[in-house]
């Protein structure tokens, strides 16, 4: 049945510290994300391979987190505090990566700070569905504020690579040079990020375990994965996932070959070091997060997800087949109905499609796929296409988008014939 009476207002108080907490929450991972590859490629020397096992042991946690942190939020300990304290040792991890040079130690290092910040992603989203009145008029007037705080960061560190790490009168690979050692400041700038997230932390509202039937709540959790609509979302989200991760792999350097004749303009405006300019979709995110509690009480959800896909064969489309700058940048802005309409909504219809007691498990079990399998198998997507794509030394990115274009048709296509239609069902 559809639930339209009407819930109480979020008081100013719960929306700024939930608020807070999201900013801080995505600041911490953009900070540093963007810049990975160029920094352990630039500044550390590290192989595309050695890089590449970079990232999928940055998705372990992911992976982990559904049978730990649901475990243990759902279960043993409040989730405000199993929060204070990751983001307290993930401080501690993520600025030693600004120091070490090995590549086994990079990867160590990496690992460990995987298993502790990963289970959070999924944890500050069951903790605001649970203190939010109205979860369609309230998670995206919290959420957007975790989008703002990874544009904030994003430009924060291509405006200070532009200030403190781009030398002038030298040659280009001087500059080059400098803005990748450079890059080792948004490790620092996570850390102390992370720090004020897990001091903040123990000032969120008290989320105590819930008493489930069933020891386990991550197995209890896949039994309710097992039915409708959860099991069509969860099978989309693989192959969304892995589109997802495609889109991260290649923009920047694709971005990149049209930049010439605007870069001054655009540094001015987003800095240096490419992970500023990518931040224009999460600025066409925040739009859309904002538009959303307008009009999930208004149109089903398989109508916003239907959006969402066809967003993301739209940006692949254009990709593929555009060469003017203008057109190029309103694709990258396709990432706001990306990411709106069917990741935000996907963990909105995860909530309600669950009962009380396993939604923090059944979070961190959609975080699996979005953040850890999809990471993985995404990224290997990504390489083995690019080199199927690369003629005579030269990447034909017209082959190379034209994949995830029709990998999203599909998704889009398998969406309306098997996923269920109408409105929501209010869970327990």
């Not at 608020?19 to 352990?40: E, R, T, V």
């Not at 903790?127 to 979860?135: I, M, S």
């Not at 709540?217 to 097992?226: D, F, I, K, N």
């Not at 605007?262 to 931040?279: C, E, P, R, S, W």
Request: net charge neutral; glycine share 10%; with cysteine.
């Amino acid at each position: 049945m559809i639930d339209d009476s009407p819930a109480e207002p979020m008081s100013a108080g719960l929306q700024f510290r939930l608020s807070l907490m999201m900013f801080l929450q995505y600041a911490i991972w953009g900070a540093w994300l963007p810049i990975l590859w160029p920094y352990l490629a630039g500044t550390r020397g590290f192989d595309a391979g050695q890089i590449s096992m970079m990232f999928a042991v940055g998705a372990v946690g992911a992976i982990v987190a559904p049978f730990i942190a649901g475990q243990i939020a759902d279960r043993w300990f409040s989730t405000e505090r199993f929060l204070a304290i990751s983001h307290l040792l993930g401080a501690v991890l993520i600025w030693q990566l600004a120091e070490i040079e090995t590549y086994w130690g990079f990867l160590a290092f990496s690992l460990l700070y995987s298993l502790v910040y990963s289970p959070t992603l999924s944890l500050t989203n069951s903790l605001a569905f649970h203190h939010l009145p109205d979860r369609d008029r309230d998670f995206g007037k919290v959420r957007v504020w975790g989008t703002i705080g990874w544009v904030a960061v994003g430009i924060g560190i291509g405006q200070w690579l532009l200030a403190k790490h781009t030398p002038t009168g030298v040659s280009e690979a001087v500059v080059a040079a400098a803005q990748d050692a450079g890059r080792a400041d948004a490790f620092r700038l996570s850390g102390i990020l992370g720090a004020a997230m897990g001091v903040f932390c123990f000032l969120l509202p008290h989320t105590p375990p819930a008493q489930g039937s069933q020891k386990n709540a991550s197995l209890e959790a896949l039994g309710e994965v097992r039915r409708q609509p959860l099991l069509t979302l969860f099978l989309l989200a693989v192959p969304v996932s892995c589109i997802h991760q495609f889109y991260f792999v290649h923009t920047s350097g694709f971005l990149s070959t049209f930049q010439t004749d605007a870069a001054d303009t655009i540094n001015q405006i987003f800095g240096v070091g490419g992970g500023g300019l990518m931040t224009i979709g999460q600025i066409s995110e925040i739009a859309v997060l904002s538009l959303i509690p307008l009009v999930a009480k208004k149109v089903s959800r398989k109508t916003l997800l239907a959006v969402g896909l066809a967003a993301y064969a739209g940006r692949m489309a254009i990709f593929a087949n555009v060469t003017s700058v203008p057109l190029l940048m309103a694709g990258v802005a396709l990432h706001g109905l990306c990411f709106g309409c069917f990741i935000f909504v996907a963990f909105m219809i995860v909530d309600e499609e669950t009962t009380g007691d396993i939604r923090a498990s059944a979070q961190s079990l959609f975080n699996l796929v979005i953040v850890g399998i999809g990471i993985i198998v995404g990224s290997l997507i990504a390489g083995e296409t690019a080199d199927w794509a690369t003629i005579d030394g030269k990447l034909d990115y017209t082959k190379l988008f034209s994949v995830p274009m029709w990998g999203a048709l599909g998704c889009l296509v398998i969406l309306a014939l098997a996923y269920p239609g109408g409105r929501k069902r209010v869970a327990a």
